[in-house]
């Protein structure tokens, strides 16, 4: 029997392994320090745990809060902040704290997507006043420098 012959009756009798999951690659970060195992994550949740209490915070200021926030997350390959640099598409906030954001990134094959997603959450889910925030992954319409803060625009030189 060559290698592409088997004998069917063989393998209802003997037990197959599947073989062992692969590992995700890990990427270097800054200065050769390991980054987090990546995954694909498209969207993401954060904030306090079920019942846990929340600041109440002034109507009107949720937005303001979680644009702070987000002031504070940068891109791991460009030194500016999410905000800034214009990858932010959408803030929506009610009045009980729920924030959903919808971002995008520079480019659709950036390694460190899920982390960046994942991280947006977790970070705008402990914002004072924040009951539950809810990150989604957008696509369309592309990212383009156009949509960067003059602020980015002149700290990167580019006017």
Known sequence: MSDRDFDV?????????APEP???KRHLGVLG?????LRDVDEAFGGPAEGAS???VAAGEHEERVVSTLKTIHDPEIPLNIY?????YGIDVDAAGEVEVRMT???PACPVAGQIVTDVADRVG??????RSHVKLVWDPPWTKDRMTEDALLELGLI
Do not use: F, N
């Open 22 to 24: 692969r590992k995700a």
């Open 84 to 88: 800034d640099l214009g990858l932010i």
């Open 126 to 131: 402990r914002t004072p006043g924040v009951r």
């Open 9 to 17: 009756e063989a393998l209802k009798v003997h037990r197959i392994e």
């Open 105 to 107: 990134l520079t480019a």
């Open 54 to 56: 929340v600041e109440a």
């Open 33 to 37: 320090q390991s980054a987090p195992e």
